[in-house]
């Protein structure tokens, strides 16, 4: 990939291509357990380079604006969130969850400067997260329910990471079939079963075949693809197939298991950072918030700090165990985001893409280099973003996993071309 190339797909801050495709998309800015309790502790985010503060107030409406207060530049974190409105500590100014200035404590009545506001970001609160509008006030799309999230009665578990590396590389780790059958091999042993079968340490899988064919699609959406292997029984007439989602542009439908659903949003923080969320979810069964944390090794206060940073890192080289790897155990480090992470932050904050050397195993990361390179230069040249015009309902999007009949179109399992059909029909 061309540095200038490499350049566009992973720099969103200010006016960046990237950075401005992503504002015509809802972004989540927090999970919403953080901000539950109404007049509680503001919390801090940060999208795209912007720094922000998210909190509820007295009536339960979540408001989310620039984290610093418009008279001095006083963080708003350090705010009073009091009588529905957050208070700076500074001087006493109060906003509402609409930026509009309640009460200005340091100025005489009639000043010009009640006139001020904070800037305020549209914001729904859906699926287990607070999202926020970052683009134009006048162009605010119509909040569409998540793919992992079809019904409002959907089973969610969210892990919540801090990646110390840019956006897109993380992403291409989730869109990466190829990477589970080594990297995670501990967690994903080869066993006789049906398809991949979840046990509260490991899923099990049906095929030690580490070099899948890839086979993708494009789509309005943004593609989808299947890895085919070889099953372990009854390998002359049958495939192991694992498909994965991408929609455009931060979010991956992962193929499942027999408990739960899984899939993941990869957030650009800014050019260098990334917050990495994992949803395992499922309409009836799924897995609970506390044994989904505890699964991944990321439970907070324990595996991560305050601000979803990682015990487990690159300055210790993720606490891996080399005992442990000559007793087998593949990779010596706990936990299959740990895992994931000590590839994609040992890249560099932005990896070198004109250094890479691509093979049949990188159909997926090919597809994405060149489909969302193209998708910036076209929002640069003023064009709508990818995704952004509506489509098929991310709802009748799935991943799929299982064993079929040789022969059969892997696109047979996926819901959008079962609407397709029953469009048709």
Known sequence: ?????????????????????????????????EVAEPDGAPIRARLLGVDLVVFRDSKGR??????????????????????????????GWKFGVDGVIQEMSSEPAGSPMHNLKARAYPTVEA?????????????????????????????????KIHAACNWAQVLEGAIDSAHSSSLHSTNMPTAEVEGSTATETAWLRPSNDKAPRLEAEITDFGFHYA???????NPETHDYIRTTVFIAPFTVLIPPNDKYNLAQMLVPIDDENCMFYWMAWHPTKGIGQDAWRQFCMAVPGVDLDADWRKVRNLQNNYMQDRAKMKAGDFTGILGIPAQDMAMWESMGPIADRSEDHLGASD???????????????????GRPAIGAEGGVRHADLASFEGIITKGTDWRTFTTRDAARTEAAE
């Open 127 to 159: 699926a287990g997260f607070v999202w926020v509008w970052m683009g134009e006030a006048d162009a605010v799309r119509p909040f569409e329910t998540p793919a992992w999230a079809p019904t409002p009665d959907t089973r969610i578990s969210i892990v």
């Open 1 to 33: 990939m061309r540095p200038a190339d490499n350049e566009l797909l992973c720099r969103v801050q200010g006016e960046a291509p990237m950075g401005r495709l992503m504002r015509q998309h809802w972004l989540p800015a927090c999970m919403a357990e």
């Open 227 to 233: 890895a085919i292997r070889k099953p372990i029984v």
């Open 363 to 381: 159909v997926a990361i090919i597809q994405f280099r060149r489909q969302m390179a193209a998708a910036a230069k076209a929002v640069a040249e």
């Open 62 to 91: 979540v408001g989310v604006l620039d984290e610093k207060c418009p008279h001095r530049g006083a963080s708003l974190v350090f705010g009073r969130n009091e009588d529905c409105g957050l208070r700076c500590l500074y001087h």
